[in-house]
């Protein structure tokens, strides 16, 4: 599936939950290795060129992408949340086995809810 088709899904997910996508801005990689492999700083300035003033938070979506690392930095430096999928997911396991302590470093989902 092409990059626009993804894009697109993604869109019509997240819309069909309630939620206003107000911009998609995605690295377009033709495989999980080459996403994988991004370098730091691109995937640092892909967030700041994602930040929108009417956005409430920031969604990363994708689990090969290394931002978990990033969360902290780019949440204090955009001053709104990041939700990245690998962290959700982690925050969602570790509530669904009944653990509630913040985990400090990893943004404000890990560490506030």
């Known amino acids: 599936m092409a990059a626009p088709e993804l894009d697109a899904n993604v869109r019509s997910g997240y819309e069909a939950q309630g939620f206003e996508v107000v911009g998609i801005h995605g690295l377009s990689c033709p495989t999980l290795q080459d996403i994988a492999q991004t370098p730091l700083p691109d995937i640092e300035a892909l967030f700041r060129q994602a930040d929108a003033a ?5 969604v ?5 992408l290394p931002v978990v690392g ?3 930095q780019l949440e204090q430096e955009l001053e709104r949340p990041l939700v990245a999928v ?3 997911t982690y925050w969602y396991a570790l ?3 009944g653990l ?6 990893f943004g404000t989902l890990l560490h506030d809810h």
């Open 95 to 97: 509530r669904q086995a």
């Open 70 to 72: 990033l969360i902290d």
């Open 60 to 64: 990363q979506v994708g689990t090969a």
């Open 54 to 58: 009417a956005a409430d938070a920031i």
């Open 86 to 88: 690998n962290a959700a």
């Open 100 to 105: 509630s302590d913040g985990i400090a470093g």
